[in-house]
């Protein structure tokens, strides 16, 4: 099952912004353990590193770490030359950057405005632009494509996550749903599968760290204990939840399944304010 021997993955956003397991280090960890071939970028030489340091508990295992700037097409395009130089293929993509910056549209500044749109959409973009056209020559050549999994965030559609609106958050990662489904529709035929893994509230060190900063260590706690109570299963996830998500959709057991969204939220969506524990709300 879930068999990944003899596939290169390219991982966007394969470090992780605090010690421990980040969405994109535990994707290209256990992208490893099912025997990929691992290429993962990220612009931080700090996150990228604990990744590497990862890899190298992981028998067997075979990475590289590469720093680019997934904003920049300059800078993935080399990367994507790159990970051809080293593993002469890439069959698996994951747009993994992204993060959230809270704000109305009076609130936020233009260039934050312009940041979460870069973050969250533009990096996905420049992705599947580079590598798209990568596994549209395998398919030609070989009946094989690929699989791109795009990890987007419930904010795209529950608008008010933690007490705080984030418009322009919302509005890229709804974008980038978009992006997967009519990306997919248009590649359909060459073998690709577009798809995204739609992330609820998980307990990332992204997410730690963040609460820690902004409110301090005790109350940090307090707000993780109130995140935990909203959710139907009574807890945050973690980036293993959303990792072996992303690896099913990359998968060839995946491989009728294209243009949808995988939903790793133990709940939090579905359920009606109603519906929720009323000790929870
Ligand atoms: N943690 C959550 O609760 C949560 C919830 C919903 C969605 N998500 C999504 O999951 C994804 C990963 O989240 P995480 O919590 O693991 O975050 P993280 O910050 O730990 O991991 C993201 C990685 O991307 C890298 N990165 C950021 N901008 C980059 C750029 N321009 N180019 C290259 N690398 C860049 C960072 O250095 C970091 O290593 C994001 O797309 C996020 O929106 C997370």
Known sequence: MLNLHGKV?????????????????????????QGAKVFGVDYSAEA??????????????????????????????????????????IDILVNNVGGSA???????????????????????????????????????????????VNVSSIASMSFQVDGRVHVAYAASKAGLETLSRATAIAYVKKGIRVNSVVVGMMHTPLVAHRLTQQLGTANA?????????????????????????VVFLASDEAGYITATQLVVDGGVTAARPGNVDSDAR
Request: charged fraction near 20%.
């Open 9 to 33: 993955a390219f991982v966007a956003g394969a470090g992780s912004v605090a010690e421990g397991w980040g969405n994109g280090r535990a994707t290209a960890v256990l992208m490893a353990r």
């Open 102 to 148: 809270p704000g109305t549209p009076v609130s936020m500044s233009v260039d934050e405005w312009d940041g979460q749109l870069d973050r969250n959409l533009k990096t996905a973009f420049l992705g599947c632009k580079h590598v798209l056209p990568v596994m549209e020559r395998q398919f030609a050549a070989e009946g094989r494509g690929g699989a791109i």
């Open 221 to 245: 706690e307090d707000l993780a204990a109130k995140r935990n109570a909203l959710i139907p299963m009574g807890r945050m996830g973690d980036a293993w939840d959303v990792a072996n998500a």
């Open 48 to 89: 990228l590193s604990g990744t590497t340091a990862a890899m190298e508990q992981e028998a067997g295992a075979d990475w590289t770490g590469w720093l680019a700037n997934m904003t920049s097409t300059e800078e993935v395009e080399r990367a994507v030359a790159e990970c051809l130089s080293r593993y002469g293929r």
